[in-house]
């Protein structure tokens, strides 16, 4: 298996971690069955840890912060006055310490980043780099996932999510607890746009395998592959993987997109 805290958005915490020297790992919101179709009855499966803020990020924070971390509303924010531009927008659920996001978003300049991200250290961490690299395509919301979605995201309005090493929860009776499941599928879909797309990552097989069957059984989603898809060139390979790919370990890419009459 592969959890790199300092990398993308991690398995053990699918809002992701903290800085260099990082607690364990822990995730964002997820969700359970809801009373009606697309309203879910919340079950925190995230824990937010107390890690470690670094100078440099707490000052990103400071200088960066209040330009690009978007405080949660209950509201839909016009996104496009957000952005200060019309363009393809992409949602990500749970970015750890926001490498990937910097490197998607500064080879992807066209295209337009919002980060749903709890743990305080890694939203610090991925300002830090947005900073380093002049990056403006990209916002940012610490907050819940679920309500994210619910509240601020209209229909049909997103043209991919990505959702990369969410947390496992590897025990059996903690599954019910993983980000992947119908009823948040089918909430994730309903955001897509009629040809927009749902790319997750994991490095647990038997995550994998859940995936792959829950998101083959939500009628608007395809599968743009013949089962796992091979990694697209946008997803960087962290250092992290490229330790555990040489040790054997196994990593599921799968991306879907939304059925065009659907």
């Not at 790992?25 to 969700?31: L, R, V």
């Not at 069957?213 to 939500?218: D, F, I, K, Q, T």
Request: charged share 25%.
């Amino acid at each position: 298996m592969i959890h790199d805290p300092n990398e993308a958005g991690l398995p053990g915490d699918l809002s992701g971690l903290a800085s260099n020297e990082l607690p364990e790992p822990t995730q964002t919101a997820d969700a359970a069955a809801p009373d009606n179709a697309l309203r879910l009855r919340r079950i925190r499966s995230f824990v937010t840890r107390a890690g470690r803020v670094s100078t440099g990020q707490r000052r990103a924070m400071d200088e960066l912060g209040p330009r690009f971390v978007m405080p949660y509303t209950p509201e839909q924010p016009d996104w496009d006055t957000v952005f200060d531009r019309r363009a393809p927008r992409i949602l990500e659920i749970g970015f750890g310490m926001g490498a990937t996001t910097a490197e998607i978003a500064s080879h992807r300049p066209d295209d337009d980043f919002l980060g749903v991200e709890v743990h305080e250290p890694g939203v610090g961490a991925l300002l830090k780099l947005m900073g380093d690299q002049n990056l403006s395509n990209i916002r940012i919301i610490q907050h819940d996932a679920v309500e994210v979605l619910e509240n601020m995201i209209a229909p049909e309005s997103l043209d991919g999510v990505h959702i990369f090493f969410p947390d496992p929860w590897h025990k059996a009776r903690h599954h019910k607890r993983r980000l992947i499941q119908p009823k948040f599928v089918a909430l994730l879909v309903s955001r897509l746009k009629p040809g927009a797309y749902i790319h997750c990552a994991t490095d647990w097989q038997n995550y994998a395998e859940q995936m792959l069957e829950v998101l083959g059984a939500e009628p608007a989603l395809e599968n743009t592959a013949d089962g796992y898809a091979p990694r697209p060139d946008y997803r960087p390979v962290t250092k992290f993987e490229k330790r555990g790919l040489r040790l054997g370990h196994g990593v599921w890419d799968l991306i879907y997109k939304r059925r065009p009459n659907s």
